[in-house]
C-alpha cells in the first residue's frame, strides 16, 4: 500500500544520502608504513637518539637491531604510541603514550613518538582510503580545511590511530582504533588497499 511505498521512496532516499556522504570521505590509518614513507627531515624531528621515553609499557621484545625494527613492531601492536630502543641491549619498548611518561636523556637509547611519524608524511603515504569511513570508536571531532591538517589534529590525541575527513563539510573525525570499529565502504569509486 502507500505505508510501504513510501517506506521505500524513505529507504532509497537515505542510502543515496548516505552513498553521497561516504563518497565524499578519505579516511587515514597514522601508523600504516611509517617508516617506509617518512622523508629525510621527518625522520631526523622525529628519531630521538640519546633520548628515554621512561614508562607507559605495553610490551617488550629482545633482539631487535634497529629503530626500524622496532617502529614496525609497534605498527602490528594496538595502543602502541612510541617506542624506546635499548642500542646496547637490543631491546625494544612499546610505549602506550605518545612520549612515555616522560622523556630523559639516556646514551642507550632511541626513541620514536608513532605521530610525529605519521604527521610528517603525505597522504599518498598514509594508506589513505578513499570513499571510506572508519566508524565507532570517534575520540574527537573539528572542522578543518585538509587531510593533512585533520591528521595533525589527530597527533594531539594520545590515543587517536586514524581520521575520517569529509571534504565537502570538512569535518575531521578522530579515532581510537587504526581502522576504527567498523568501516563502512562505498559502492562506486576507487578504494586502495591497505592491510596495514
Known amino acids: 500500500g502507500i505505508n510501504a511505498e513510501y517506506g521505500k521512496q524513505w529507504y532509497q532516499r537515505r542510502v543515496r544520502e548516505m552513498m553521497y556522504a561516504i563518497t565524499d570521505y578519505q579516511s587515514a590509518n597514522l601508523m600504516c608504513s611509517v617508516t617506509d ?30 629503530i626500524e625494527e622496532c617502529l614496525a613492531f609497534c605498527q602490528i601492536t594496538d595502543d602502541c604510541q612510541s617506542v624506546t630502543l635499548n642500542t646496547v641491549t637490543k631491546k625494544c619498548y612499546l610505549k602506550n603514550k605518545r612520549n612515555g611518561n616522560g622523556v630523559s636523556q639516556y646514551n642507550q637509547a632511541t626513541s620514536v613518538n608513532m605521530a ?36 595533525a589534529y589527530c597527533s594531539n590525541f594520545n590515543l587517536c590511530e586514524s581520521v575520517s575527513y569529509n571534504r565537502s563539510s570538512k569535518s575531521c573525525k578522530a579515532n581510537s582504533k587504526r581502522k576504527g570499529l567498523r568501516r563502512l565502504l562505498a559502492t562506486a569509486g576507487p578504494v586502495s588497499t591497505c592491510t596495514a
Request: hydrophobic share 35%; charged share 10%; proline share 0%.
Open 37 to 66: 614513507s617518512a622523508s629525510i627531515n621527518t625522520w631526523k624531528a622525529c628519531v630521538k637518539v640519546n633520548t628515554n621515553f621512561g614508562g607507559s609499557d605495553l610490551v617488550s621484545s629482545q633482539g631487535i637491531n634497529s
Open 116 to 151: 610525529c611519524m605519521a604527521a610528517g608524511r603525505s597522504t599518498t603515504h598514509r594508506c589513505e582510503h578513499n570513499n571510506m569511513v572508519f566508524g565507532g570508536s570517534v575520540i574527537g571531532s573539528t572542522s578543518i580545511g585538509t587531510l593533512e591538517a585533520c591528521v
